[in-house]
């Protein structure tokens, strides 16, 4: 039996419970598909505090619980697959990554949305939490397909995070090596599956929602518009990227999205993994959000100012099974390779993010 010992965590709890209260994360994640067949899924991590993510590898064969509101015994299973990603406050459950058949996860915040499935204590034993289900996915299944016939089978429940003090409303992108991508809602008590044609996820409202919205912005045009006359007057754009002009720049969910889609369907193709992997770090610099440009309207109640950042911006190939990333601190891009490790192993192993900028002084 696996055993998987988080570091203590008390010191977050008060923080996180008060600031998620005021603040939602600004997540943005996207999909890049590369010449060679290489699927990437890329995101940045927002949060107004520090949740002491680490990259852990989970092995085959480690033993999970799940959570119930009432504190039974939740559903049991074990991994079937070893997968690589990150983590939050030291816990064994990833919130971003990819097992070792290509099916990539990534959890985002969906306040004001999120209500999951009514509780039955008959049902304890098929009974997750929301932060669990991103981990059920990657332990049990190798695609797409495989989580659309079985995650009807689950039933995740208004559990309170215990480290936080309330229900974490969250929605998860899915995606494999193919190319499919869905996500994955609980709304009004119900599970909704949504197929993402994009491979583009923000926050709230639900995705439909976001889909519908991008009809708003049908002008918009990789292309840059033509010069016009009006009568002998000839007027021409004042540069590139005039094809562009009226997309939304804020750091809104509905925003974030038009942007995501619109860069990430613009793209020039690249021919390989490694291109996409670069690709995709550029065109998340265009949602990278520095420490007080999204702030909360009050300060806390030590006066200071609450606002989002990012954490820290990922990459998943999803052929080569590798975990890509880059922090605040430290904008120097780090990859693990899933395969290389020793996917039998009878604990998880954790890998620091942390980091300091190195910069390099050429004479």
């Known amino acids: 039996m696996n055993i998987y010992n988080p570091r203590t965590i008390l010191h977050t709890i ?26 990437i899924h890329a995101r940045t991590l927002e949060f107004a505090v520090d949740i002491e993510s680490d990259v852990i590898i989970v092995p085959r064969g480690f033993e999970r619980t799940g959570s119930t509101p009432d504190k039974q015994t939740g559903a049991r299973w074990a991994s079937k697959y070893a997968s690589v990603g990150a983590n939050a406050l030291g816990l064994p459950n990833i919130i971003d990554g990819v097992n070792e058949q290509g099916l990539s996860i990534g959890l985002f915040y969906f306040p004001g949305f999120a209500d999951y499935m009514p509780y039955n204590k008959a049902e304890a034993g098929k009974t997750i939490a929301p932060l669990e289900l991103g981990s059920w996915m990657l332990d049990n299944f190798k695609d797409v397909k495989d989580v659309r016939e079985h995650i009807g089978n689950i039933v995740v429940a208004n559990v309170v995070f215990p480290q936080w003090g309330f229900v974490p409303p969250v929605h998860y992108i ?4 193919k190319g499919n991508a869905i996500v994955v809602e609980y709304t009004n008590g119900k599970l909704n599956v949504h197929d993402n044609p994009l491979g583009v996820i923000t926050n709230s409202p639900t995705f439909d929602w976001h889909m519908t919205n ?18 002998n007057q000839k007027l021409a754009p004042f540069g590139q990227g005039s094809g562009m002009l009226g997309i939304p720049g804020d750091f809104t969910p509905p925003s974030r999205f038009v942007r995501a889609a619109a860069f990430s369907q613009g793209l020039i193709p690249v021919e390989t993994g490694k291109e996409g992997i670069l690709q995709a770090f550029h065109l998340l610099n265009n949602f990278d959000i ?9 300060k806390d109640k030590h006066g200071n100012i609450v606002a989002d950042y990012t954490l820290w911006t990922s990459a998943v190939d999803l052929k080569e099974r590798a975990f890509y990333f880059r922090t605040y601190e430290d904008s ?15 604990t998880i192993k954790t890998i620091s993010m942390k980091g300091q900028e190195v910069i390099k002084t050429l004479n």
């Open 14 to 39: 008060l923080g996180f419970t008060l600031i998620f209260a005021n603040l939602a994360s600004a997540c943005t994640g996207i999909q890049i598909n590369a010449n060679d067949g290489t699927v």
């Open 174 to 177: 899915v995606q494999d090596a």
């Open 214 to 231: 991008l009809r708003n912005y049908v002008n918009l045009s990789f292309s840059n518009v033509e010069d016009v006359k009006l009568g």
């Open 290 to 298: 520095p420490k007080g440009a999204a702030r909360d309207s009050k």
């Open 332 to 346: 120097q891009i780090k990859r693990v390779d899933l395969l290389s490790h020793n996917l039998d192993s009878k």
